[in-house]
């Protein structure tokens, strides 16, 4: 019925108090959490790093601005609006494409001019915000995923998400929406999360509601095809987050366009524990790791290096 | 220091200071741990009757108890109306004097004291002692009485075991012949014992002293003191009876009289008289530690909740049952893992049950939040901005109280109508909450973490209300401090949760 916490510890599984403690606590100083909770500021922030992530169209700050949203979406047939201080996911409306007065969402719904009205409203209201606090609506690109993940993933956007400790990319996982998931990456909400190997970008391992499964549950694909593409820029491009906003334990989500190639989606400053079921590995071996290094001064390529070789 | 040790000596420091403060107010101010404690409150009444001399003026005076080991004196009153009445030291003993210029026929005074036992408390000692005035006596008697303390003294070793041994010697069923004379000549009444075996055991240069002593045996009506008397050995005074001798446990024994000094005098009255009664109330130990300590003037009380007024108090009662909700909360969520929706919503809950009581309590939650996820809904198509549709929950929440307290009136329901406690903006912001979990993760995350704030509140709730709890917050409040440590601790646990051992299963092979 439940595992043996010494086991669980011998696996070197992080738990969630362990984490907060020991990892976020520690690692994470607390001036730069807007850095990372507010998506705004890290997109502003990536691109005076020149990092890339998917293209600013626009946001809303004021009720008053939200009859004008139309102008951020002029040219666009699809676009994401989400709020820049959402956690977990919540707010996030994708649009996949127009047709005539008529928003279609992933899932074939349609919404029209006042559902977006509404959700832009709701967002600014602070609805999806931690706290509660009022909030900014940011209008984004669709991001039109590489076809690598056709029949991996079932209307949604597959994103990888990277585990960096100290600037070494340490974890990694990718996650598939599924019908269950109502297109959303969220592995509570039903996603699959399949363990990406950080030597080779290959999937290792998958999930769903923390599950071992093999093949993708809409597509009957089988998970264990699955080979990330860009995987050396991938690592290269989470490295940086790091460097970036001081995180020493941080996610960094990255999604693949068909043209741009890997782009930071956001960055997380507590990524949750199922990744450690998606890649069947204990989060904490790879941590001790790192931690036992006497020069920690290394380079970006250098941490890329070592996580290639050692991970 | 690293931070987890400072953490660590942090908490047990609290948690030590918690300890000792009630540790001492257990064993010092004697207050009780459990609620059903109780305590008696003995009170000694002295009732002095006298019959007027006429056109003479009344002066009376008696003397009055102090402190003794063991024994406090909490209240002391005299309800005599119409006499003027005075407290004087006269030769190191309390007297308590009543005056009137004119009386008329029998009078009666009432002098009454409330005392309570306290094993650890010692009065300050009083070290004089009675050397009664030698009587004149045949020399017959006092050849007898040479010669019976003479053969006692060979068998004693001390002033304990000589008193003892004398005492003895006259409640023997055969006496010596000396001692029948005596008893027969000067052995009378009690107090003529008390006084010749005072007078006999002066004559072997004890210190000894007189005693007048109620026992502490309820329901005592118009008895006299006991004549009794103690002995002086080794830095202390043993109290013995004049027939059963050593009293090895006095705690029964209240001495309202020490010395040779009259217990009563009366100046211009006849026919004086003191008789005294003992009852026993029984109070809860609280109040008895509480009214001890009024005299005791401990700073600890002086600080403490029982200062404020009535209603405060009650209002504190609640207050401080908050940080054991926050404890439960604290337990369920680092060391179990229950997920609940907000922090402390399930603490807010579980006082709305303390005002609604339970049951009715997760009914009307059930109720009042599934209405209102549905009026909800509806509220969502009318496109509101956010502020204004919270407050259109909030209105509707109201409704559905008003709606529910009207519905168990009429059916005779009586608790229900209690619902209109429940803090309404807390259950609006649940409302609006949980729809948006509903939404966003589906009806299984609104269950889960509807759920769990329940069970959180409804545990919650039982250690709240749970009475030894309850009483032991308020009249402890330092163990708060423990509280403060035990969270400070749990803060600092970075160990699995139990529901991770689930969670993470599938990886131990």
Same mark, same amino acid.
């Given at each position: 019925?439940?595992?043996?916490?010494?086991?669980?510890?011998?696996?070197?599984?992080?738990?969630?108090?362990?984490?907060?403690?020991?990892?976020?606590?520690?690692?994470?100083?607390?001036?730069?959490?807007?850095?990372?909770?507010?998506?705004?500021?890290?997109?502003?922030?990536?691109?005076?790093?020149?990092?890339?992530?998917?293209?600013?169209?626009?946001?809303?700050?004021?009720?008053?601005?939200?009859?004008?949203?139309?102008?951020?979406?002029?040219?666009?047939?699809?676009?994401?609006?989400?709020?820049?201080?959402?956690?977990?996911? #919540?707010?996030?409306?994708?649009?996949?494409?127009?047709?005539?007065?008529?928003?279609? #969402?992933?899932?074939?719904?349609?919404?029209?001019?006042?559902?977006?009205?509404?959700?832009?409203?709701?967002?600014?209201?602070?609805?999806?915000?931690?706290?509660?606090?009022?909030?900014?609506?940011?209008?984004?690109?669709?991001?039109?995923?590489?076809?690598?993940?056709?029949?991996?993933?079932?209307?949604?956007?597959?994103?990888?998400?990277?585990?960096?400790?100290?600037?070494?990319? %340490?974890?990694?996982?990718?996650?598939?929406?599924?019908?269950?998931?109502?297109?959303?990456?969220?592995?509570?909400?039903?996603?699959?999360?399949?363990?990406?190997?950080?030597?080779?970008?290959?999937?290792?391992?998958?999930?769903?509601?923390?599950?071992?499964? %093999?093949?993708?549950?809409? %597509?009957?694909?089988?998970?264990?095809?699955?080979?990330?593409?860009?995987?050396?820029?991938?690592?290269?491009?989470?490295?940086?987050?790091?460097?970036?906003?001081?995180?020493?334990?941080?996610?960094?989500?990255?999604?693949?366009?068909?043209?741009?190639?890997?782009?930071?989606?956001?960055?997380?400053?507590?990524?949750?524990?199922?990744?450690?079921?998606?890649?069947?590995?204990?989060?904490?071996?790879?941590?001790?790791?790192?931690?036992?290094?006497?020069?920690?001064? #290394?380079?970006?390529?250098? #941490?890329?290096?070592?996580?290639?070789?050692?991970? | 220091?690293?931070?987890?040790?400072?953490?660590?000596?942090?908490?047990?420091?609290?948690?030590?200071?918690?300890?000792?403060?009630?540790?001492?107010?257990?064993?010092? /101010?004697?207050?009780?741990?459990?609620?059903?404690?109780?305590?008696?409150?003995?009170?000694?009444?002295?009732?002095?009757?006298?019959?007027?001399?006429?056109?003479?003026? +009344?002066?009376?005076?008696?003397?009055?108890?102090?402190?003794?080991?063991?024994?406090?004196?909490?209240?002391?009153?005299?309800?005599?109306?119409?006499?003027?009445? !005075?407290?004087?030291?006269?030769?190191?003993?309390?007297?308590?004097?009543?005056?009137?210029?004119?009386?008329?026929?029998?009078?009666?005074?009432?002098?009454?004291?409330?005392?309570?036992?306290?094993?650890? $408390?010692?009065?300050?000692?009083?070290?004089?002692?009675?050397?009664?005035?030698?009587?004149?006596?045949?020399?017959?008697?006092?050849?007898?009485?040479?010669?019976?303390?003479?053969?006692?003294?060979?068998?004693?070793?001390?002033?304990?075991?000589?008193?003892?041994?004398?005492?003895?010697?006259?409640?023997?069923?055969?006496?010596?012949?000396? +001692?029948?004379?005596?008893?027969?000549?000067?052995?009378?009444?009690?107090?003529?014992?008390?006084?010749?075996?005072?007078?006999? /055991?002066?004559?072997?240069?004890?210190?000894?002293?007189?005693?007048?002593?109620?026992?502490?045996?309820?329901?005592?009506?118009?008895?006299?003191?006991?004549?009794?008397?103690?002995?002086?050995?080794?830095?202390?005074?043993? /109290?013995?009876?004049?027939?059963?001798?050593?009293?090895?446990?006095?705690?029964?024994?209240?001495?309202?009289?020490?010395?040779?000094?009259?217990?009563?005098?009366?100046?211009?009255?006849?026919?004086?008289?003191?008789?005294?009664?003992?009852?026993?109330? *029984?109070?809860?130990?609280?109040?008895?530690?509480?009214?001890?300590?009024?005299?005791?003037?401990?700073?600890?009380?002086?600080?403490?909740?029982?200062?404020?007024?009535?209603?405060?108090?009650?209002?504190?009662?609640?207050?401080?049952?908050?940080?054991?909700?926050?404890?439960?909360?604290?337990?369920?969520?680092?060391?179990?893992?229950?997920?609940?929706?907000? !922090?402390?919503?399930?603490?807010?809950?579980?006082?709305?049950?303390?005002?609604?009581?339970?049951?009715?309590?997760?009914?009307?939650?059930?109720?009042?939040?599934?209405?209102?996820?549905?009026?909800?809904?509806?509220?969502?198509?009318?496109?509101?901005?956010?502020?204004?549709?919270?407050?259109?929950?909030? *209105?509707?929440?109201?409704?559905?109280?008003?709606?529910?307290?009207?519905?168990?009136?009429?059916?005779?329901?009586?608790? +229900?109508?209690?619902?209109?406690?429940?803090?309404?903006?807390?259950?609006?912001?649940?409302?609006?909450?949980?729809?948006?979990?509903?939404?966003?993760?589906?009806?299984?995350?609104?269950?889960?973490?509807?759920?769990?704030?329940? *069970?959180?509140?409804?545990?919650?709730?039982?250690?709240?209300?749970?009475?030894?709890?309850?009483?032991? !917050?308020?009249?402890?409040?330092?163990?708060?401090? +423990?509280?403060?440590?035990?969270?400070?601790?749990?803060?600092?646990?970075?160990?699995?949760?139990?529901?991770?051992? $689930?969670?993470?299963?599938?990886?131990?092979?």
């Amino acid at each position: 019925m439940l595992a043996n916490p010494f086991k669980l510890k011998k696996l070197g599984i992080l738990g969630m108090n362990n984490r907060n403690i020991n990892y976020i606590g520690k690692h994470n100083d607390r001036k730069n959490f807007p850095l990372v909770d507010n998506k705004l500021k890290t997109k502003k922030l990536a691109q005076e790093h020149n990092i890339s992530v998917p293209e600013l169209l626009g946001y809303i700050q004021y009720q008053v601005e939200i009859n004008h949203f139309e102008d951020y979406i002029k040219n666009q047939d699809g676009f994401v609006i989400k709020p820049a201080q959402g956690s977990g996911g #919540k707010g996030i409306l994708v649009i996949v494409k127009r047709v005539n007065d008529k928003f279609i #969402k992933p899932s074939g719904e349609e919404l029209n001019y006042t559902d977006i009205k509404r959700h832009i409203s709701n967002i600014l209201s602070g609805l999806y915000s931690l706290g509660g606090r009022n909030d900014v609506a940011v209008f984004e690109k669709l991001v039109d995923f590489d076809n690598a993940f056709d029949g991996f993933s079932y209307e949604g956007v597959p994103d990888v998400r990277v585990i960096v400790y100290q600037g070494f990319p %340490t974890l990694s996982m990718m996650r598939l929406s599924t019908s269950n998931s109502d297109g959303k990456a969220n592995l509570h909400q039903g996603a699959v999360g399949v363990g990406i190997d950080i030597k080779t970008g290959k999937a290792l391992n998958a999930v769903q509601f923390g599950k071992p499964i %093999t093949t993708h549950p809409d %597509t009957n694909r089988n998970l264990k095809e699955l080979v990330v593409p860009y995987w050396d820029e991938i690592l290269h491009l989470s490295a940086r987050c790091y460097e970036m906003t001081n995180m020493g334990y941080l996610g960094a989500d990255i999604v693949i366009d068909k043209i741009r190639g890997p782009l930071v989606l956001e960055l997380n400053a507590r990524p949750g524990l199922a990744i450690q079921i998606a890649n069947d590995i204990g989060a904490l071996k790879k941590f001790n790791l790192i931690d036992e290094l006497k020069d920690k001064n #290394k380079s970006l390529e250098e #941490k890329v290096a070592f996580a290639k070789e050692h991970f | 220091m690293t931070s987890k040790n400072q953490i660590l000596l942090f908490s047990i420091v609290l948690i030590l200071t918690s300890i000792l403060l009630m540790t001492y107010k257990v064993k010092v /101010l004697n207050f009780p741990l459990f609620q059903e404690e109780t305590t008696n409150i003995w009170n000694v009444e002295a009732k002095i009757s006298f019959d007027s001399k006429k056109n003479q003026s +009344a002066l009376i005076s008696m003397a009055l108890p102090t402190n003794q080991n063991g024994l406090i004196i909490i209240n002391e009153e005299s309800s005599s109306a119409d006499y003027g009445f !005075t407290k004087r030291e006269l030769e190191g003993v309390n007297r308590g004097v009543w005056s009137k210029r004119e009386i008329e026929g029998n009078q009666v005074i009432y002098y009454s004291i409330d005392l309570i036992k306290d094993k650890y $408390y010692k009065a300050s000692k009083e070290e004089e002692y009675t050397n009664l005035e030698p009587i004149e006596v045949p020399s017959v008697i006092v050849q007898a009485a040479e010669s019976l303390l003479h053969k006692i003294y060979d068998k004693s070793s001390d002033s304990l075991t000589f008193t003892s041994l004398l005492i003895k010697e006259f409640t023997l069923s055969e006496p010596s012949q000396a +001692a029948k004379m005596i008893k027969n000549n000067y052995m009378n009444s009690k107090k003529e014992k008390r006084d010749t075996l005072v007078q006999l /055991l002066n004559k072997m240069k004890y210190q000894v002293r007189t005693i007048g002593a109620l026992s502490l045996e309820d329901k005592q009506r118009n008895i006299e003191l006991t004549p009794m008397f103690e002995v002086f050995h080794k830095d202390s005074w043993y /109290l013995f009876d004049i027939d059963k001798g050593l009293i090895e446990n006095n705690s029964n024994i209240f001495i309202w009289q020490r010395g040779s000094q009259y217990l009563l005098e009366a100046e211009g009255v006849k026919n004086s008289d003191v008789k005294f009664s003992v009852t026993k109330n *029984i109070v809860p130990a609280r109040n008895a530690a509480l009214s001890k300590d009024l005299k005791n003037q401990s700073t600890i009380l002086d600080f403490s909740l029982f200062t404020l007024p009535n209603e405060s108090q009650n209002t504190f009662k609640l207050l401080l049952l908050v940080p054991l909700g926050a404890l439960v909360v604290v337990i369920m969520r680092v060391i179990i893992g229950l997920k609940t929706s907000g !922090t402390f919503m399930p603490i807010l809950l579980s006082m709305a049950f303390i005002e609604t009581s339970l049951l009715p309590g997760i009914m009307m939650f059930i109720l009042v939040v599934t209405m209102g996820l549905i009026v909800r809904s509806y509220l969502s198509h009318l496109n509101l901005l956010l502020v204004a549709r919270i407050s259109s929950v909030l *209105i509707v929440v109201v409704g559905i109280m008003a709606f529910v307290a009207i519905l168990s009136q009429k059916l005779e329901l009586q608790y +229900a109508t209690s619902i209109t406690f429940f803090p309404i903006i807390i259950l609006a912001w649940t409302i609006e909450r949980m729809s948006i979990i509903w939404e966003e993760d589906g009806p299984r995350e609104v269950f889960l973490q509807g759920g769990g704030s329940l *069970i959180v509140a409804i545990i919650a709730y039982f250690a709240m209300t749970n009475p030894i709890l309850s009483f032991i !917050t308020f009249n402890f409040p330092e163990v708060l401090l +423990a509280v403060l440590g035990l969270i400070i601790l749990l803060g600092r646990y970075s160990g699995y949760r139990l529901s991770e051992l $689930y969670r993470f299963k599938s990886m131990v092979k």
